[in-house]
């Protein structure tokens, strides 16, 4: 309890210590994860609205192989990344193991099947006589399918809060592919690790509970976005 205290207190003083090294691993985390959202969304929210509204041959097969893509062990595709990224790997020659780009590349896998499975379910609840009535007052198919998401877009939100809390959180792919180097590709996550390893458990603690701020102020935003849609 004493140290879960000392945890709380470290914290803010880390926070309003305005310290380089923290911000730097702050500042990264961030980027890291919003690159790596950014990019699940460009493919998944398309994914998701496809399969949402499209009936063609194999669709279960692709559900089936995106659920379990939600469910996927993230230390599997980590190594998976990193033997990809690995001097003997096909991407070997881009010398991108143990960087920022290696790790976003792994955060993208992990968070693409969340986005495209809830962009999936939620254009999946909306109405579907709403695509006919469209059509019948005179929308293109583009133009149906855009209402379509829109009118599924608190659930395309919920998608991206999803992806972005478990990129945030996520370490195995991190420290396989970024290796947790100081100044480099060490994150809030590893380096909660690093410093529980080294007994260093008020530092571990205070670093856990500013990961937690950044989630819940991240996740009220999004909440936030959610209720005034809801409320139109």
Sequence with gaps: ??????????AFELIFSFSPALYEVITLSLLIAAVSLFFS????????????????????????????????????????????????????????????????????????????GFTMAAVMSVNPNLRQQLRALGATDWQATVAILLE??????????????????????????????????????????LETQKGNFDLAIALGIILLILSFCTNLLMTQLQGRDLQR
């Design 1 to 10: 309890m004493n140290d879960l205290l000392q945890g709380f207190i470290q």
């Design 152 to 193: 599924a877009r608190v659930g395309v939100i919920v998608s991206i809060a999803a992806g972005f809390g478990a990129v945030i959180s996520e370490v195995g792919a991190v420290m396989l592919t970024g290796g947790n180097i100081a100044g480099k590709t060490r994150t809030l996550t590893s380096a909660i690790i």
């Design 41 to 116: 969304a460009v493919v998944g929210i398309p994914l998701g609205a496809f399969l949402g509204l499209k009936r063609f041959p194999g669709r279960r097969l692709v559900m089936a192989l995106l659920y379990t893509g939600m469910g996927f062990p993230p230390v599997v595709i980590g190594l998976f990344v990193y033997l990809m990224f690995s001097r003997s790997g096909p991407f070997g020659p881009l010398g991108w193991l143990f960087t920022p780009r290696a790790m976003s590349v792994a955060q993208t896998i992990i968070a693409f099947p969340l986005v495209a």
